[in-house]
Protein backbone atom coordinates (compact mmCIF):
# COMPACT_ATOMS: atom_id res chain seq x y z
CA UNK A 1 0.00 0.00 0.00
CA UNK A 2 1.25 3.59 -0.55
CA UNK A 3 2.10 5.81 2.49
CA UNK A 4 3.15 8.94 0.57
CA UNK A 5 0.70 10.55 -2.17
CA UNK A 6 2.57 12.96 -4.41
CA UNK A 7 0.78 16.14 -5.72
CA UNK A 8 0.60 16.76 -8.30
CA UNK A 9 1.26 14.05 -10.48
CA UNK A 10 2.80 15.88 -13.39
CA UNK A 11 4.01 19.19 -13.16
CA UNK A 12 5.33 21.40 -16.44
CA UNK A 13 7.46 24.35 -16.27
CA UNK A 14 9.92 26.83 -18.08
CA UNK A 15 13.37 26.71 -17.10
CA UNK A 16 14.07 29.77 -14.14
CA UNK A 17 10.65 28.80 -12.54
CA UNK A 18 9.76 27.41 -9.35
CA UNK A 19 9.08 23.53 -8.79
CA UNK A 20 6.97 22.72 -5.82
CA UNK A 21 6.19 18.75 -5.05
CA UNK A 22 3.78 17.96 -2.30
CA UNK A 23 3.53 14.45 -0.14
CA UNK A 24 0.93 13.69 1.93
CA UNK A 25 1.53 10.47 4.56
CA UNK A 26 -1.04 8.53 6.71
CA UNK A 27 0.55 7.50 9.88
CA UNK A 28 3.78 8.60 12.22
CA UNK A 29 6.78 8.73 10.36
CA UNK A 30 10.78 8.71 11.71
CA UNK A 31 11.72 10.48 8.58
CA UNK A 32 10.45 11.52 5.05
CA UNK A 33 12.89 11.50 2.18
CA UNK A 34 13.25 12.74 -1.01
CA UNK A 35 14.31 10.79 -4.34
CA UNK A 36 14.64 11.53 -7.87
CA UNK A 37 14.90 8.83 -11.05
CA UNK A 38 15.82 9.58 -14.71
CA UNK A 39 13.78 8.06 -17.21
CA UNK A 40 15.46 4.82 -17.19
CA UNK A 41 17.47 4.72 -14.29
CA UNK A 42 17.61 4.11 -10.28
CA UNK A 43 16.81 5.97 -8.11
CA UNK A 44 18.68 9.16 -6.53
CA UNK A 45 18.52 10.19 -2.47
CA UNK A 46 17.93 14.07 -2.68
CA UNK A 47 17.26 14.90 0.86
CA UNK A 48 16.15 13.22 3.99
CA UNK A 49 14.03 15.36 6.74
CA UNK A 50 13.46 13.88 10.61
CA UNK A 51 10.03 13.97 12.22
CA UNK A 52 11.43 17.14 14.58
CA UNK A 53 12.71 18.78 11.80
CA UNK A 54 10.67 21.59 10.05
CA UNK A 55 12.42 22.63 6.98
CA UNK A 56 16.23 21.62 5.38
CA UNK A 57 17.74 23.03 2.23
CA UNK A 58 20.48 21.60 -0.08
CA UNK A 59 21.82 23.64 -2.76
CA UNK A 60 18.64 24.53 -4.83
CA UNK A 61 16.24 22.27 -2.94
CA UNK A 62 14.25 23.24 0.42
CA UNK A 63 12.16 20.32 1.86
CA UNK A 64 9.63 21.15 4.44
CA UNK A 65 7.62 19.07 6.52
CA UNK A 66 4.22 19.47 8.39
CA UNK A 67 3.59 16.71 10.85
CA UNK A 68 0.12 18.22 12.07
CA UNK A 69 -1.25 17.76 8.88
CA UNK A 70 1.24 14.84 7.65
CA UNK A 71 2.38 16.42 4.76
CA UNK A 72 6.03 17.53 3.28
CA UNK A 73 6.59 19.98 0.35
CA UNK A 74 10.19 19.73 -2.15
CA UNK A 75 10.71 23.24 -3.65
CA UNK A 76 13.30 23.38 -6.42
CA UNK A 77 14.21 26.70 -7.03
CA UNK A 78 15.19 28.28 -10.63
CA UNK A 79 14.77 24.72 -12.43
CA UNK A 80 17.09 23.84 -15.28
CA UNK A 81 16.38 21.44 -18.30
CA UNK A 82 18.26 18.88 -16.32
CA UNK A 83 15.95 18.69 -13.21
CA UNK A 84 13.43 16.98 -15.62
CA UNK A 85 12.75 13.43 -13.60
CA UNK A 86 10.68 11.87 -11.72
CA UNK A 87 10.27 12.85 -7.76
CA UNK A 88 9.18 10.24 -4.97
CA UNK A 89 8.86 10.59 -1.64
CA UNK A 90 9.27 8.03 0.66
CA UNK A 91 8.47 7.91 4.81
CA UNK A 92 9.58 5.79 7.48
CA UNK A 93 7.49 4.89 10.07
CA UNK A 94 7.81 5.47 13.73
CA UNK A 95 6.47 2.04 14.30
CA UNK A 96 10.02 -0.24 14.17
CA UNK A 97 9.04 -0.80 10.03
CA UNK A 98 12.51 -0.19 8.19
CA UNK A 99 11.02 -0.22 5.39
CA UNK A 100 10.41 2.90 3.61
CA UNK A 101 7.02 3.36 1.33
CA UNK A 102 7.56 5.11 -1.55
CA UNK A 103 4.36 7.35 -3.30
CA UNK A 104 3.62 7.27 -6.99
CA UNK A 105 6.24 10.17 -7.98
CA UNK A 106 5.66 13.94 -9.67
CA UNK A 107 6.77 13.55 -12.85
CA UNK A 108 8.54 16.94 -13.72
CA UNK A 109 9.26 18.43 -17.52
CA UNK A 110 11.11 21.68 -16.84
CA UNK A 111 11.47 23.41 -20.87
CA UNK A 112 14.70 24.95 -22.01
CA UNK B 1 32.34 -1.52 -6.34
CA UNK B 2 31.53 2.01 -6.16
CA UNK B 3 27.72 1.32 -6.05
CA UNK B 4 24.94 -1.39 -6.42
CA UNK B 5 25.15 -3.37 -8.79
CA UNK B 6 22.24 -5.05 -10.35
CA UNK B 7 21.87 -7.58 -13.27
CA UNK B 8 21.06 -8.12 -15.76
CA UNK B 9 19.85 -5.44 -16.96
CA UNK B 10 17.12 -6.49 -19.06
CA UNK B 11 15.77 -10.10 -19.20
CA UNK B 12 13.04 -11.49 -22.04
CA UNK B 13 11.55 -14.10 -20.69
CA UNK B 14 8.54 -16.69 -21.65
CA UNK B 15 5.51 -17.03 -20.03
CA UNK B 16 6.19 -19.95 -17.25
CA UNK B 17 9.95 -20.20 -17.40
CA UNK B 18 11.81 -19.26 -13.99
CA UNK B 19 13.88 -15.52 -13.68
CA UNK B 20 16.79 -15.16 -11.23
CA UNK B 21 17.69 -11.42 -10.89
CA UNK B 22 21.02 -10.58 -9.08
CA UNK B 23 21.53 -7.57 -6.64
CA UNK B 24 25.54 -6.79 -5.33
CA UNK B 25 24.92 -4.28 -2.51
CA UNK B 26 27.44 -1.62 -1.45
CA UNK B 27 30.02 -3.46 0.54
CA UNK B 28 29.21 -2.77 4.73
CA UNK B 29 25.34 -2.16 3.65
CA UNK B 30 23.95 -4.55 5.87
CA UNK B 31 20.50 -3.64 4.81
CA UNK B 32 19.00 -4.65 1.74
CA UNK B 33 15.79 -4.02 -0.09
CA UNK B 34 13.65 -5.25 -3.38
CA UNK B 35 10.87 -3.16 -5.18
CA UNK B 36 9.27 -3.43 -8.19
CA UNK B 37 7.65 -0.62 -10.66
CA UNK B 38 5.43 -1.33 -13.09
CA UNK B 39 5.17 0.89 -15.71
CA UNK B 40 4.28 4.81 -14.83
CA UNK B 41 4.05 3.85 -11.00
CA UNK B 42 5.44 4.00 -7.80
CA UNK B 43 8.26 1.62 -5.82
CA UNK B 44 6.02 -1.94 -4.31
CA UNK B 45 7.95 -3.04 -1.92
CA UNK B 46 9.09 -6.55 -1.88
CA UNK B 47 11.41 -7.94 0.37
CA UNK B 48 13.87 -6.19 3.33
CA UNK B 49 17.24 -7.93 4.53
CA UNK B 50 18.66 -7.22 7.44
CA UNK B 51 21.62 -8.65 8.29
CA UNK B 52 21.65 -12.05 9.79
CA UNK B 53 17.79 -11.61 10.64
CA UNK B 54 15.06 -13.09 9.05
CA UNK B 55 13.89 -11.24 6.27
CA UNK B 56 10.71 -9.29 6.16
CA UNK B 57 9.25 -11.24 3.35
CA UNK B 58 5.65 -9.11 3.32
CA UNK B 59 5.79 -8.13 0.21
CA UNK B 60 6.12 -10.82 -1.47
CA UNK B 61 3.19 -10.82 -4.22
CA UNK B 62 3.04 -14.82 -4.10
CA UNK B 63 4.79 -17.85 -3.53
CA UNK B 64 6.08 -17.57 -6.58
CA UNK B 65 8.60 -15.03 -5.38
CA UNK B 66 11.49 -15.71 -3.62
CA UNK B 67 14.74 -14.05 -2.59
CA UNK B 68 17.87 -14.94 -0.58
CA UNK B 69 21.08 -13.14 0.49
CA UNK B 70 24.30 -15.25 0.43
CA UNK B 71 26.79 -14.39 2.96
CA UNK B 72 24.92 -11.17 3.52
CA UNK B 73 26.03 -9.60 0.99
CA UNK B 74 24.94 -11.00 -3.03
CA UNK B 75 21.23 -11.06 -3.05
CA UNK B 76 19.00 -13.21 -5.84
CA UNK B 77 15.69 -12.77 -6.42
CA UNK B 78 13.75 -15.54 -7.88
CA UNK B 79 10.86 -15.60 -10.02
CA UNK B 80 9.20 -19.40 -10.69
CA UNK B 81 6.77 -19.67 -13.43
CA UNK B 82 6.70 -15.56 -14.48
CA UNK B 83 3.58 -14.53 -15.73
CA UNK B 84 2.63 -11.75 -18.00
CA UNK B 85 2.16 -9.65 -14.93
CA UNK B 86 5.47 -9.90 -13.40
CA UNK B 87 6.25 -7.72 -16.29
CA UNK B 88 8.34 -4.51 -13.87
CA UNK B 89 11.76 -2.80 -13.02
CA UNK B 90 12.93 -4.54 -10.22
CA UNK B 91 15.48 -2.27 -8.30
CA UNK B 92 17.57 -3.27 -5.60
CA UNK B 93 18.99 -1.20 -2.66
CA UNK B 94 21.18 -1.13 0.65
CA UNK B 95 21.81 1.26 2.88
CA UNK B 96 24.03 1.03 6.25
CA UNK B 97 21.15 -0.57 8.25
CA UNK B 98 21.99 0.99 11.63
CA UNK B 99 19.20 2.50 13.41
CA UNK B 100 16.38 3.85 11.91
CA UNK B 101 16.48 3.90 7.95
CA UNK B 102 18.58 6.29 6.32
CA UNK B 103 19.42 7.05 2.43
CA UNK B 104 18.88 3.89 0.83
CA UNK B 105 21.62 3.68 -2.47
CA UNK B 106 19.74 1.99 -5.40
CA UNK B 107 21.05 -0.18 -8.56
CA UNK B 108 20.37 0.65 -11.69
CA UNK B 109 17.16 -2.09 -11.80
CA UNK B 110 16.59 -5.35 -13.76
CA UNK B 111 14.24 -4.61 -16.18
CA UNK B 112 12.17 -7.81 -16.81
CA UNK B 113 9.60 -8.56 -20.09
CA UNK B 114 7.39 -11.31 -19.86
CA UNK B 115 6.02 -12.28 -23.28
Known amino acids: SQQGEEDPQALSIQEGENATMNCSYK?????LQWYRQNSGRGLVHLIL?????REKHSGRLRVTLDTSKKSSSLLITASRAADTASYFC????????????FGRGTSLIVHP | GAGVSQSPSNKVTEKGKDVELRCDPI?????LYWYRQSLGQGLEFLIY????????KSGLPSDRFSAERTGGSVSTLTIQRTQQEDSAVYLC?????????????FGEGSRLTVL
Open chain 1, 27 to 31: TSINN
Open chain 2, 93 to 105: ASSRGTGHTGELF
Open chain 1, 49 to 53: IRSNE
Open chain 2, 27 to 31: SGHTA
Open chain 2, 49 to 56: FQGNSAPD
Open chain 1, 90 to 101: ATVSSGGSYIPT
